[in-house]
């Protein structure tokens, strides 16, 4: 493969020295990029754009061409991997994501199986391939998977939630059941980042969306446990380089020491947490991406500005920090406002390296 | 007035010791409960239901006779101020709350006045009185208010929202603003609250359901800052009795230690902060008021009773906490399985104070 022309990213992740803090942006190639919308127009709708190798590497690349981002990340959805299961995902326009069998029983739970990410899952490998023979080693690529905690709460509530009714009280009335469902979501991750990495994603990363609704005890043992169980069965090293694996729970902030036990090399952390206080915290055991609120970028540029140089300061000096947004960027962002965004981290940023 | 016969939750509020720990629930009055639903058709649409005392009363004791609750709590709404202020609040079936007039620009914030209390917002004074009067001392009656930050959410989106945009773009573009309208917010709150002392109110509570969407240092500026404003403001003694004030930021967890410092006598917790480290962090300058999730009770009785003893096994011995749940009651909850949790916390608490 062609050497990496840009591993800014991958060495903060690392905690190896940079010359300036690398950036990348949650949903980068997405909504308030008119390319984007241009693309998701010709496929038709949105699992079309997923699962067409040819379209999801298009708009991979789309924030690359615009910006300089230091990594790309795959164009795909956390609900690959139940809808492979068989639940049969669909997107109403302007309603999110829906699932036309969700999991509601013991049975139910029994049935599913960890689909093989080479067959049922192709598109998405060929896809992490193309990817990178478009990249052609400009940025490293990130590859991803949804938490089994979070890819469970819309499995069983069979659409997006906001008080998680029936996952919870699965959770609550039979936890053996949610076990069992963890249990198989985690395998089934575990395949599937490992597959991701074999066809070239150089770094992953885990979202859990929602591991942030739970109580504290609940969160130990029915979202982090899983995640432990995903590190520990990576591929860690893949082409004579480690592949860094970033854990993301939004509103985890409570649970940062806990994260960082995990084996993990970085944490995600929401604009609800200082960094300051998030690196004293976890100490040099993980690298740090985040935590600018991806509500700023509707701000003016001068005030965008500001807002990273005050993230930079309170990060400090070093390496150990990739910027980012604290979740996925807002659909009517002005892409003007992104440019000045990255601009203003990579400028700024050169102060804090040396 | 008619002495206390149950003054149990004032007590512990207070860290006084007390017999067993009081329990009272978020939302208590509220659509889970047949007869509220009949009192509200009865009313015919929501503001009503809050603008006419006679039923506001009515809905406000419809969970005593049921219950054996340790306090009940005034029916209203949160915006009833930025609806006396003149910005029109209805509310479209389904949709939540609305204003006719939201708050946009500098010359919109200019023209907000404090309401006075016993005019525009006679008719919560009234329904303060008229409970007071309708409780005959069984239980102290608790008043409440929105936060200036939360209030301002709903006044410039001129709804409920998930992004936050518009209001978050005024706090960044236009700070000045900003701490205008909740400057005029933390005047119209404390006056409020006054009001409602005087009227009876026995206890007060500012609700910052959304605090928790803010950086930690936008919160302590935007949103803290105004809360302690008003718990500096705020009558502390009634009746020749302590009157208490405590301070719920949802999702605040991250920022317990400075909330303490407000002067407030009690923090409502919800339930991702476990509360013995809450306790641990506040030390003996509050009280705490939480934090089981509320969609625990949609699961067995059994189970609820088993999260009862382990929220209040994790406060530990002695004062100084009062069970509720960390978010109101859910609209689908069996009213038995609420019977049942606060059953179990009269019940199981008791070897925990002496």
Redesign the interface.
Known sequence: MTPLKNDRFLRALLRQPVDVTPVWMMRQAGRYLPEYRATRQKAGDFMTLCKTPELACEVTLQPLDRFPLDAAILFSDILTIPDAMGLGLYFSEGEGPRFKNPVRSTDDVARLGVPDPERELRYVMDAVRLIRRELNGRVPLIGFAGSPWTLATYMVEGQGSK???LV??ML??EPKVMHRLLDVLARAVTAYLNAQIAAGAQAVMVFDTWG??????DYTEFSLRYMEQIVKGLTREHDGRRVPVILFTK?G??WLEAMAQTGCDALGID????LK?ARARVGDKVALQGNM?P??L???PE?IRT?VE?ILASYGPGTGHVFNLGHGI?Q?VNPEHAAAFIAAVHELSTRYHH
């Not at 942030?212 to 005890?217: A, Q």
């Not at 604009?271 to 200082?274: A, F, G, L, P």
């Open positions: 008080e998680f009714a919870k009280r609550f009335d942030g609704v739970l109580t504290p005890r509103n902030g409570q604009w609800t947490t200082d206080d609120d509500v700023i509707y701000a003016a005030r807002e005050t807002h009517h």
